[in-house]
């Protein structure tokens, strides 16, 4: 069973781009380490505040053997001496959930080249 693993972080507000060179890092490390990453996700609009983070994982023992790899990687090692010089993480909280919807059914498409001339759908 897969889960997944959601971050949330509150992040300094004039720290956004520390955040999202943070994030770019561990676009490479993660998946080198064994997680299959969904994302990082920071501020656009609204909060300035709250960003998150979300990777899918096998199973808790193989979270704990990632987050053995992430460390040891030198990019990892890196990446978390970066955060904790630059200090713009001021909170960050894990949940691991598992997806219960699926599955899915398939996407609709719906055409987006209408134009509309004086009211009438051409």
């Not at 676009?27 to 380490?33: D, L, N, S, W």
């Not at 790899?69 to 970066?82: H, V």
């Not at 398939?106 to 759908?121: A, L, N």
Request: charged content about 25%; proline content about 5%; some cysteine.
């Amino acid at each position: 069973m897969t889960i997944t693993c959601f971050i949330r972080y509150e992040i300094d507000p004039f720290g956004k781009a520390a955040f999202e060179q943070y994030a770019r890092a561990w676009g490479q490390a993660i998946p080198r380490c064994g997680a299959d990453l969904i994302g990082y996700y920071a501020p656009h609009e609204g909060s300035a505040t709250t960003a998150y983070a979300a990777y899918n994982i096998e199973s808790l023992a193989a979270y704990e053997a990632y987050r053995a790899r992430l460390a040891a990687d030198p990019a990892g090692k890196a990446n978390y001496e970066f955060a904790r010089r630059e200090k713009f993480i001021l909170k960050e909280d894990r949940v691991f959930l598992k997806l219960v919807s699926g599955p899915h059914g398939p996407q609709q498409v719906f055409r987006t080249d209408v134009t509309v001339k004086e009211g009438i759908e051409a």
